[in-house]
């Protein structure tokens, strides 16, 4: 049976592949709506994104929720650099024609979780946990509810990708990501330390436009923007892809390894902001609060997606 989940998303050409790669995979995933967070560029970029990617996967029956404009106590840090001014810089996708659903992103989330059989809903969280963090403070009985969250955030080996000790997500709401990561929900994180396994050569770029369909024309033409800023940062032979491992993850488990440890996260220190402190080798006693995935086969993560994206318009 499908997991129920919701995208709690700040799209961004790597959450709309992790958003596509949902959508072309209904027999393991029910995507129950969207919820829109600011992050990787302001609120109202990021609501008009997920609009157009419901549309463009042909799946307008989705409802998107717009959320959180900024993070709870920080001035709101985007990634234009990275993803453009609009965040989905790229393909050429129209303006949407469909509008955001009215309620709150955060209502949404908790009357969701509210409206399903406890440990049935899962929340699939792609950006800052402003969103997430808020619905579980106004409405503390989700936690309990709650299936599951699994994010794309943090990095321990791998350390940070935005300042020297933080990786973007939860470094722009840290305070979020704190109540999140002590909410005792089955939490599974994909940080960097795996995402940076996960490079978009150009020969995987090319397989996605070679599907020919337009959702894999969209995501090479996504892919082929987004990856400029990280192909010059790293030197490496393809820029990381990182929120679609949670797709990935949620699907296609077998193809990741990791552990379970706890996981702190710094609010205080300004030098070392949302770093997350991972305890990998077991060296506290602190109750573990995370599955850590640390690596992750890079080749059928790349199938993967591309035969989902595949299924799609
Ligand atoms: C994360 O930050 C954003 O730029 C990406 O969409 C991803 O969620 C990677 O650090
Ligand atoms: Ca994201």
Redesign the pocket.
């Known amino acids: 049976m499908a997991r129920k989940a919701i995208f709690d ?4 050409q ?2 709309a592949v992790a958003i596509l790669s949902a959508l072309g995979s209904p027999e393991e995933i029910e995507v129950l709506g969207i919820s829109v967070v600011a ?2 560029v302001p609120l109202h970029h990021t609501v008009a994104n997920a609009l157009k990617l419901v549309e463009l996967a042909g799946r307008p029956d989705i409802p998107v929720h717009a959320g959180a404009d900024r993070p709870f106590m920080r001035r709101l840090k985007t990634a234009e650099h990275v993803h453009g001014e609009t965040g989905l810089n790229g393909p050429d996708l129209p303006a949407p024609t469909i509008a955001a659903a009215p309620r709150h992103g955060v209502d949404f989330i908790i009357e969701t979780v509210r409206a399903h059989e406890a440990g049935t809903v899962s929340i699939l969280a ?2 800052p946990l402003t969103n997430v963090a808020l619905a579980i403070l106004k409405a503390p009985d989700i936690a309990a509810r709650l299936e599951a969250i699994v994010l ?1 955030g943090g990095a321990y080996f791998e350390v940070g990708n935005i300042t020297p000790t933080a990786e973007f ?1 939860i470094y722009v709401d840290p305070e979020a990501a704190k109540i999140v990561f002590a909410a005792g929900v089955p939490l599974t994180m994909l940080p960097l330390d795996v995402t940076h396994q996960m490079r978009a050569t150009e020969a995987r770029i090319e397989a996605f436009r070679a599907i020919g369909n337009r959702s894999g024309d969209a995501v090479a033409a996504m892919l082929s923007f987004s990856q400029g800023f990280d192909l010059q940062k790293y030197g490496w032979e393809g820029a990381p892809l ?2 679609p491992c949670v797709t990935a993850f949620l699907v296609r488990p077998e193809l990741f390894e990791g552990r379970l440890i706890n996981v702190e996260i710094e609010t205080a220190s300004e030098l070392t902001r949302g770093m997350t402190v991972a305890d990998y080798w077991g060296v506290t006693d602190r109750p573990k609060n995370a599955f850590f995935v640390r690596s992750g086969d890079a080749e059928g993560f790349y199938a993967f997606l591309a035969e989902r994206i595949a299924r799609l318009p």
Do not use: F, K, R, V
Request: charged share 30%; glycine share 22%.
């Open positions: 998303t700040d799209p961004g790597d959450d992050g990787n792609l950006g794309m997500n990182h929120d």
